[in-house]
T-cell receptor, first 109, second 114 residues
């Protein structure tokens, strides 16, 4: 079966750094996405990885290891507005997105 | 551009009723998708379309139907609503091409079936 695992919830302090992990087992791999979803809102795109390594975009970075079926999203200089759920999604061999349940990130002052 | 719009935002249905969730995008995207998201769960693909006149089932199509007569519109039909269909429904679209293109989401429809 296809499976994506993320921690259910994480807590971090404003100004700190947090790493959200994602492991996946899918039928094929054609890329991995990270989306941000604020409570009651739609998901919005954060990053895309298809090759191994780190992609940096401002305060957010995303890492991929295809051999390990593993990715992480790194958020630096945390702000209160970063409180949201972070969804990991993998494009499988049929080019369909398989979604993880999301990690709810709580930022404390 | 308005992006992806969905109506209604909220709806309460009685068991056995039917309704259509509307979705429109003005970005000329070929690909469109319908997802449902249950509390604490990931998005589940209901149906998708790669262009006008073409639709295909996703992971959880039972109890739903779709049509795609134009590039812009992708309505989702619920027949004989059941409590298990209580969920938040998101429509999304993306450009054609390789798998690297992000999906753009509408604001969602919150449906309760009682």
């Amino acid at each position: 079966g296809q499976n994506i695992d993320q921690p259910t919830e994480m807590t971090a302090t404003e100004g700190a750094i947090v790493q959200i992990n994602c492991t996946y087992q899918t039928s094929g791999f054609n890329g991995l996405f990270w989306y941000q979803q604020h409570a009651g809102e739609a998901p919005t795109f954060l990053s895309y990885n298809v090759l191994d390594g780190l992609e940096e975009k401002g305060r957010f970075s995303s890492f991929l290891s295809r051999s390990k079926g593993y990715s992480y999203l790194l958020l630096k200089e945390l702000q209160m507005k970063d409180s949201a759920s972070y969804l990991c999604a993998v494009t499988d061999s049929n080019y369909q997105l398989i979604w993880g349940a999301g990690t709810k990130l709580i930022i404390k002052p | 551009n308005a992006g992806v719009t969905q109506t209604p935002k909220f709806r309460i249905l009685k068991i056995g009723q039917s309704m259509t969730l509307q979705c429109t995008q003005d970005m000329n995207h070929n690909y469109m998708y319908w997802y449902r998201q249950d509390p604490g769960m990931g998005l589940k693909l209901i149906y998708y379309s790669v262009g006008a006149g073409i639709t295909d089932k996703g992971e959880v199509p039972n109890g739903y139907n779709v049509s795609r007569s134009t590039t812009e519109d992708f309505p989702l039909r619920l027949e004989l609503a059941a409590p298990s269909q209580t969920s938040v429904y998101f429509c999304a679209s993306s450009p054609p091409g390789d798998s690297s293109y992000e999906q753009y989401f509408g604001p969602g429809t919150r449906l309760t079936v009682t």
